[in-house]
């Protein structure tokens, strides 16, 4: 059964610390997506790349995230440093996207706490 | 922008009533509708989706239509079972290329008590 895998699943990390998320899509997907979900903000999207090149990354605050695709079986996103406002739950998503209602895939998320 | 208006929770029903859960959405060109559904402590599940206007999207008992005319796509299930408690989603997609990221509403609570 096929699905999207991200590690670690759960991290707690102190405030300045680097941490750095994983995710393995799904086998043959061409586009990878970052999402951030809050209480607050609900799920937002943070970046998204297409056949491993960076689409939209405008969602991102770029002096602390950073986001890659070092090849086509994994995805990083990468905070540094960590602060406690960047605690929430990162879901990796990916599809095979070739035209309209595509259906895209979500991990079981990494949930982040920063104390 | 693409946006998504969805019902504020949470919603509390009684074992099998009969659920609506609004969502209505802004889009330029002719979006995919999509409803998600995420499990305590698990990622978003496709539940089902739309492509186009007046199609229907069906899965366990749910149903969504898609209304261009009134921009909704309301989440309706017959007869709810505890089991399906859980926070809905509704997303829209652009679908052309570069459009493709999905645009969520806020999530909808939901509890079902027997």
């Known amino acids: 059964d096929a699905r999207v895998t991200q590690t670690p699943r759960h991290k707690v990390t102190e405030m300045g610390q680097e941490v750095t998320m994983r995710c393995q899509p799904i086998?043959?997907?061409?586009?990878v997506f970052w999402y951030r979900q809050t209480m607050m903000q609900g799920l937002e999207l943070l970046a998204y790349?297409?056949?491993?090149?960076?689409?939209?990354d405008s969602g991102m605050p770029k002096d602390r995230f950073s986001a890659e695709m070092p090849d086509a079986t994994l995805a990083t996103l990468k905070i540094q440093p960590s602060e406690p406002r960047d605690s929430a739950v990162y879901f990796c998503?990916?599809?095979?996207?070739?035209?309209?209602?595509?259906?895209?895939?979500f991990g079981e998320g990494s949930w982040l706490t920063v104390v | 922008g693409n946006s998504v208006t969805q019902m504020e929770g949470p919603v509390t029903l009684s074992e099998e009533a009969f659920l609506t859960i609004n969502c209505t959405y802004t889009?330029?060109?002719?979006?995919?509708l999509f409803w998600y559904v995420q499990y305590p402590g698990e990622g978003l599940q496709l539940l089902l989706k739309?492509?186009?206007?007046?199609d229907k999207g069906s899965n366990k008992g749910f149903e969504a239509t898609y209304r261009k005319e009134t921009t909704s796509f309301h989440l309706e299930k017959g007869s709810v079972q505890v089991s399906d408690s859980a926070v809905y989603f509704c997303?829209?997609?652009?679908?052309?290329?570069?459009?493709?990221?999905?645009?969520f509403g806020t999530g909808t609570r939901l509890t079902i008590i027997p």
């Open positions: 998503a990916s599809g095979l996207l070739q035209g309209s209602g595509n259906t895209i895939y």
């Open positions: 086998l043959g997907h061409n586009t």
């Open positions: 790349f297409r056949n491993r090149a960076p689409l939209d």
């Open positions: 889009a330029t060109g002719y979006p995919s």
């Open positions: 739309a492509t186009k206007a007046d």
């Open positions: 997303a829209l997609s652009g679908g052309n290329f570069g459009n493709e990221k999905l645009t």
